[in-house]
């Protein structure tokens, strides 16, 4: 895969736009902005191309997974109108596709390759309880996998204090039940992310979250 991106002036741009989150320095700083856009963009397409060996992203483009750098300030306490990351949901139908996808954000000290259930509808987060109670051999092949232990550790999220209703807080399986959430998560330091062949070790952690990603996904698109 040729090199056909620079990411040092999206982690450049990014630290000036977190120790300055208002609109007359991003203003000021417009140009430096669209020019890390460009290079993102260029990223995702980058990324799309290689993971597309092994998964099918139908028409969706590079714009169509990327998200906003605005924040929606509506109902929120913090009302600084722009986030300090650059973020894009590389799936099938892009950033609100329910379908199984890889999320890359680029940040200052906070940048990660993620998927799985973040913010499930209750139908989503039932179905997936009930699937892992009455059947959890499938899923606990996908995380007990080697690779899969490599490339993420444990599966993250939120989760409850005691058994959800309906479940007996004795179930084999009650660590499982308890999530709130379901999230494989690899974090980058500034360095690996500026280091050569950055895109080729997302591309394997891509390959190792797709059985996860998957499995997640049908819960999602069959519970909204």
């Known amino acids: 895969m040729p090199v056909d991106y620079d990411l040092k002036p999206i982690l450049t741009f990014?630290?000036?736009?977190?120790?300055?989150t208002h609109k007359p320095w991003f203003e000021a700083h417009r140009a430096e902005y669209d020019a890390a856009r460009a290079e993102f963009e260029a990223f995702v397409a980058h990324l799309m191309s290689a993971i597309g060996q092994f998964e099918d992203f139908g028409a969706t483009t590079p714009p169509g997974c990327i998200f906003r750098?605005?924040?929606?300030?509506?109902?929120?306490?913090?009302k600084t109108p722009y986030k300090t990351h650059f973020a894009a949901y590389i799936s099938n139908g892009g950033r609100k596709s329910l379908k199984g996808g890889y999320y890359l954000q680029l940040t200052p000290g906070g940048s990660m390759l993620a998927g799985g259930m973040h913010s499930p509808s209750p139908a989503a987060l039932g179905a997936f309880r009930e699937r892992i109670a009455a059947d959890p051999a499938p899923f606990l092949r996908i995380v007990q996998n080697r690779a899969?232990?490599?490339?993420?550790?444990?599966?993250?999220?939120?989760?409850?204090?005691?058994?959800?209703?309906?479940?007996?807080?004795?179930?084999?399986?009650?660590?499982?039940?308890?999530?709130?959430?379901?999230?494989?998560?690899?974090?980058?330091?500034?360095?690996?992310?500026?280091?050569?062949?950055?895109?080729?070790?997302?591309?394997?952690?891509?390959?190792?979250?797709?059985?996860?990603?998957?499995?997640?996904?049908?819960?999602?698109?069959?519970?909204?």
């Open 148 to 224: 899969f232990r490599q490339a993420f550790g444990d599966v993250q999220g939120e989760r409850l204090k005691t058994a959800p209703q309906g479940f007996d807080r004795d179930h084999p399986q009650i660590a499982w039940l308890q999530l709130k959430q379901a999230i494989a998560q690899h974090d980058f330091s500034n360095a690996e992310v500026l280091a050569p062949g950055f895109d080729k070790d997302l591309v394997k952690l891509a390959k190792a979250m797709q059985p996860f990603s998957r499995y997640i996904a049908a819960f999602e698109a069959g519970g909204r």
């Open 69 to 78: 750098l605005n924040r929606d300030v509506r109902f929120s306490k913090d």
């Open 14 to 20: 990014l630290a000036g736009l977190k120790r300055n």
